[in-house]
């Protein structure tokens, strides 16, 4: 045993090595070999070491209490990963959440940081499958084939999943030509200008709700290739969408540029199933500690991620 040993297995440990101890003997004195003691089953006589019964009786009283506390201690790990292998899922393209490297398959990032601490918390594996889409995460955690999905909640998902405090926020903006004029997010609403989003984008939501005369036009291509072409060919003056992801997937392409202000910050949380609100609050008390002990903080800094703020505690999810 170590010192890591739970206190109730060293409580055991400490009272069997004390009673198997002959009285007025050394602790050390030649013990009787263990088939001496084993029954028959061919024979109704039992045979035991002196002070056996004394021992069995101390280990049966002590059992209880160490199933209890094992219990409590299976409890979370029960709760949040059901199968013993805490699943999670995200949107891989979206670099603000993680990164995969398609050469080796690793996952890094924020919400890789967060599944495997949840995991070693849990004492339970993890598995992170990067999904095409935010609806094909929602799908993944409502059908139960993830435990927990990465999204950002918006109106179209309410009623789908649970979602849990806002973890993170990540700033949203638009890529324009060089040569355009426009230099603010705040000139984009305007008669006959339109602005190109990718479907079931957080931030296409967003516009939708609150633009006034520009028109977007949308495209399920997240590789940005529809959005360079549409940005070339004069389609649309801007295309919106997370700071990083429109940098990251444009830096080898000439004649666009990143407009320096942001429209807002899309708030990150953790989807559950409806029904799972005990795994919703074991999620919403880890997260309160990530933050106050600095964990999401370092997290989003070691992610090199543009446009990556930790939410403030007192922030609701949507």
């Known amino acids: 045993m170590t010192a890591t040993t739970p206190k109730y297995v060293r409580a055991v440990g400490v009272t069997l090595q004390r009673l198997r101890r002959p009285a007025g003997g050394p602790a050390n004195r030649q013990r009787e070999p263990l088939d001496k003691a084993i029954v028959s089953n061919s024979d109704r006589r039992v045979w035991r070491r002196p002070g056996e019964g004394r021992v069995w009786r101390h280990i049966f009283a002590l059992l209880p209490v160490v199933l209890t506390l094992n219990d409590g201690a299976g409890a979370a790990d029960r709760v949040l990963a059901p199968t013993g292998t805490l699943r999670a899922a995200y949107i891989v393209s979206n670099v603000a959440q993680a ?9 890094t990032g924020v919400v890789a940081d967060i599944t495997r601490e949840l995991g070693r918390r849990a004492g339970v594996p993890v598995t992170i499958a990067p999904l095409p889409t935010a609806a094909a995460v929602l799908e993944a955690v409502r059908t139960g084939s993830a435990d927990i ?3 950002a909640p918006n109106p179209e998902r309410t009623g789908v999943v649970l979602y849990s405090q806002t973890y993170m926020l990540v700033q949203q903006s638009a890529l324009v030509r060089s040569d355009s004029p426009l230099h603010s997010v705040r000139e984009l609403d305007r008669p006959g200008q339109i602005i190109g989003i990718n479907t079931d984008d957080s931030v296409g939501v967003w516009l939708q709700e609150r633009l006034t005369a520009a028109r977007l036009r949308a495209t399920p291509d997240y590789t940005l290739r529809d959005a360079v072409q549409w940005l070339q060919d004069g389609t649309v003056v801007a295309f919106a969408g997370g700071r990083q992801r429109l940098t990251s997937g444009t830096q080898n392409i000439r004649g666009l540029r990143l407009l320096d202000d942001n ?39 070691r992610s090199g991620v543009e446009g990556l703020t930790v939410a403030p505690a007192e922030m609701p999810s949507r």
């Open 149 to 151: 999905g990465f999204v």
């Open 99 to 107: 990164r995969l490297d398609s050469g080796t398959g690793a996952i």
């Open 263 to 301: 429209f807002y910050g899309v708030p990150q949380t953790i989807a559950v199933p409806l029904d799972r609100m005990d795994r919703l609050q074991l999620l919403n008390a880890a997260l309160d500690e990530l933050r106050a002990n600095g964990f999401l903080a370092d997290s989003v800094r």
